[in-house]
């Protein structure tokens, strides 16, 4: 069972650049969100898609955008990195009826 | 906001025996669940266990169980007969019985056990 994949796991940016981190789950969960890790700071929501066709904005926000292409992908880019989105970034979704949220391996983000 | 704390940034354990992790949250809300996560080297996200508010009886999962104090606002995880693999990050988190149910976690507790 595949679950919830993320592409890429690895990835390491210029200050500037540009990249779209992908994820996508095959559990047909309605809800799908983006969170990002960083030392001492648990996990903190960047966006949500509570369904297909919504997203709404979460903790940490800025510097990011979303894009729910259908129910099963959920995609995050960074149009302009910086040094500060420096972290290892999990997408996640839930069936919602019990509030489990099921997560990706995660993807470590470099932005040099 | 909803504010999960979890005041033990580290914890160890000797090898058998039995841990507690403490979380406190704040919330006004009536209707919400709680989950304890394990985050192991490999950097997945596990679940452990799981409370909805509404129960009054403890969560218990085989060597896992939570003493949950709905009144202090507090959710304790207890690790029995504690095993090599249990070494970990442990998250705890939040969830409103709302409909958008994003989880609002707790900055972890890195568990080490001692052999």
């Known amino acids: 069972n595949a679950g919830v994949t993320q592409t890429p796991k690895f990835q390491v940016l210029k200050t500037g650049q540009s990249m779209t981190l992908q994820c996508a789950q095959d559990?047909?969960?309605?809800?799908m969100y983006w969170y990002r890790q960083d030392p001492g700071m648990g996990l903190r929501l960047i966006y949500y898609s509570a369904s297909e066709g919504t997203t709404d904005k979460g903790e940490v926000p800025n510097g990011y955008n979303v894009s729910r292409l259908n129910k099963r992908e959920f995609s995050l880019r960074l149009e302009s990195a910086a040094p500060s989105q420096t972290s290892v970034y999990f997408c996640?979704?839930?069936?919602?009826?019990?509030?489990?949220?099921?997560f990706g391996e995660g993807s470590r983000l470099t932005v040099l | 906001a909803q504010t999960v704390t979890q005041s033990q940034p580290e914890m160890s354990v000797q090898e058998a025996e039995t841990v507690t992790l403490s979380c406190t949250y704040d919330?006004?809300?009536?209707?919400?669940?709680l989950f304890w996560y394990k985050q192991p080297p490999s950097r997945q996200m596990i679940l452990v266990i799981r409370q909805e508010a509404y129960k009054q009886q403890n969560a218990t999962e085989n060597r896992f169980s939570v003493n949950f104090q709905k009144a202090a606002k507090s959710f304790s995880l207890k690790i029995s007969d504690s095993q090599l693999g249990d070494a970990a990050m442990y998250f705890c988190?939040?969830?409103?019985?709302?409909?958008?149910?994003?989880?609002?976690f707790g900055s972890g507790t890195q568990l080490t056990v001692l052999p």
């Open positions: 988190a939040y969830r409103s019985g709302g409909s958008a149910r994003q989880l609002t």
């Open positions: 919330t006004s809300e009536s209707d919400y669940y």
């Open positions: 996640a979704s839930t069936r919602g009826s019990t509030g489990e949220l099921f």
């Open positions: 559990m047909n969960h309605n809800s």
